[in-house]
């Protein structure tokens, strides 16, 4: 069965920081563009930031700008989301997902929710003092 697992999720203090990391099981997810997604109660899914396969190009979410920054070691087939000057609206359920995309050397966290194949089942993130 074809996964991705999220890990690193916890309750952390407002300026705080949280590394969140995504690997896969069943392939390899060094030929995939790689999303971070949150969701908060009563909210819509959104994108959070995004990295190409061969990690020339990253997207983030106007609200984390600055703040957040995704990368990759296809070595270790993992997606890092090191996330610096958290905030509670920050806090929300992060999803990692992957879509099938070796060549691109671009990604957008907007558009189509329905392009991302393999989602994993979410790592909680608490901002709170």
């Known amino acids: 069965q074809l996964q991705v697992v999220e890990s690193g999720g916890g309750l952390v203090q407002p300026g705080g920081s949280l590394g969140l990391s995504c690997t896969a099981s069943?392939?390899?997810?060094?030929?995939?563009?790689v999303g971070w997604f949150r969701q908060t109660p009563g909210k819509e899914r959104a994108g959070v930031s995004c990295?190409?396969?061969?990690?020339?190009?990253?997207d983030y979410a106007d609200s984390v700008k600055g703040r957040f920054t995704i990368s990759r070691d296809n070595g270790k087939d993992t997606v890092y989301l090191q996330m610096s000057s958290l905030q509670p609206e920050d806090t929300g359920v992060y999803y990692c997902?992957?879509?099938?995309?070796?060549?691109?050397?671009?990604?957008?966290?907007?558009?189509?929710?329905?392009?991302?194949?393999?989602w994993g089942q979410g790592t909680q993130v608490t901002v709170s003092s």
């Open positions: 997902a992957a879509e099938w995309n070796p060549y691109a050397d671009f990604c957008t966290v907007g558009g189509d929710m329905g392009r991302w194949e393999i």
């Open positions: 069943g392939f390899r997810l060094s030929a995939h563009t």
């Open positions: 990295i190409s396969a061969r990690g020339g190009a990253a």
